[in-house]
T-cell receptor, first 115, second 116 residues
Framework: DAGVIQSPRHEVTEMGQEVTLRCKPI?????LFWYRQTMMRGLELLIY????????DSGMPEDRFSAKMPNASFSTLKIQPSEPRDSAVYFC?????????????FGQGTRLTVV | AQSVTQLDSQVPVFEEAPVELRCNYS??????LFWYVQYPNQGLQLLLK??????LVKGINGFEAEFNKSQTSFHLRKPSVHISDTAEYFC??????????????FGKGTKLSVKP
């Protein structure tokens, strides 16, 4: 298994531009998580999906952030417009809580820099 | 809702010395507990997990952790560390039921620095 795949690995964009981060979860996993990691705030859960449905988006910081999961093998996190304070590493993770929760498997992350 | 507190943001230690990384949690429901490790410029990898049963859990790379329900703690230990253990370690919790199931909440992490 290739694991959770995120793209791009690095993204540098100008303030005000739209940014789209992509994630392919592990095949068969039906829960997907988006996290943001910064020095100041650590690892924060932004949103998680179960069976492609958003379950908890209370961590999404502002309306500029949106996430979709159109099917079981793909998810996007979009920031529009982007701001310098959005600079962070964004992680996607997936899990299969078939009989309760199991561990989440993380992608390598996307390092976003907004200048 | 759950929360996780990792009391030490940084832990320096000499090679071959023992180490303990502390983790306390709070939750209104029963929980599952996890420790993850993050090497530089990498994603997080699972070290070990507590789901049920024996309170002493053994993980990869010689790490172990003990679940203490009365103290709501899940401290991570290794009897002898190596330079290669230098990384950031995250404690995480997930509720066993209801809306919190499947929602992994992380502590702020502890940076372990192993010196020769």
């Amino acid at each position: 298994d290739a694991g959770v795949i995120q793209s791009p690995r690095h993204e540098v964009t100008e303030m005000g531009q739209e940014v789209t981060l992509r994630c392919k979860p592990i095949s068969g996993h039906n829960s997907l998580f988006w996290y943001r990691q910064t020095m100041m705030r650590g690892l924060e859960l932004l949103i998680y999906f179960n069976n492609n449905v958003p379950i908890d988006d209370s961590g999404m910081p502002e309306d500029r952030f949106s996430a979709k999961m159109p099917n079981a093998s793909f998810s996007t996190l979009k920031i529009q417009p982007s701001e310098p304070r959005d600079s962070a590493v964004y992680f996607c993770a997936s899990s299969f809580p078939g009989q309760g929760v199991t561990e989440a498997f993380f992608g390598q992350g996307t390092r976003l820099t907004v200048v | 809702a759950q929360s996780v507190t990792q009391l030490d943001s940084q832990v320096p230690v000499f090679e071959e010395a023992p180490v303990e990384l502390r983790c306390n949690y709070s939750s209104s429901v029963s929980v599952y507990l996890f420790w993850y490790v993050q090497y530089p410029n990498q994603g997080l990898q699972l070290l070990l997990k507590y789901l049920s049963g024996s309170t002493l859990v053994k993980g990869i790379n010689g790490f172990e952790a003990e679940f203490n329900k009365s103290q709501t703690s899940f401290h991570l230990r290794k009897p002898s560390v190596h330079i290669s253990d230098t990384a950031e370690y995250f404690c995480a919790v997930s509720g066993k039921s209801g809306g919190s199931q499947g929602n992994l909440i992380f502590g702020k992490g502890t940076k372990l620095s192993v010196k020769p």
